[in-house]
Nanobody
Framework: QVQLVESGGGLVQAGGSLRLSCAAS????????MGWFRQAPGKEREFVAA????????YYADSVKGRFTISRDNAKNTVYLQINSLKPEDTAVYYC?????????????????WGQGTQVTVSS
């Protein structure tokens, strides 16, 4: 069982930056692949980024490549999402999620644990 708590969201102007954090409970954090997803009002939840258990490999949605960076610190049981060059279309609730599969997934249905989400609002 893993409990996830996101933080770091807020209201920022377009072009600004935020760093989201997701703190995980439990002693087996390094056993889980981690991902970030987001959901805008009236839209489906979409994949943003994922990172392997060791942190050696990362994956991104095309819409965020070059602007978002996912990373993790297994000693601190934390995964991060650095968001730069924010755009109004990045406005959404951002969720971190964990899965115990051997492969990295971009599919929300394959993630077993979810945080409560943190709101990111970008003003133009």
């Amino acid at each position: 069982q893993v409990q996830l708590v996101e933080s770091g969201g807020g209201l920022v102007q377009a072009g600004g930056s935020l760093r989201l954090s997701c703190a995980a409970s439990g002693r087996t954090f390094s056993s889980y692949g981690m991902g970030w997803f987001r959901q805008a009002p009236g839209k489906e939840r979409e994949f943003v980024a994922a990172i392997t258990r060791s942190g050696s490999t990362t994956y991104y949605a095309d819409s965020v490549k070059g602007r978002f960076t996912i990373s993790r610190d297994n000693a601190k049981n934390t995964v991060y999402l650095q968001i730069n060059s924010l755009k109004p279309e990045d406005t959404a609730v951002y969720y971190c999620a964990a899965h115990g599969r051997a492969y990295t997934s971009r599919r929300a249905v394959e993630y077993d644990y979810w945080g409560q989400g943190t709101q990111v609002t970008v003003s133009s």
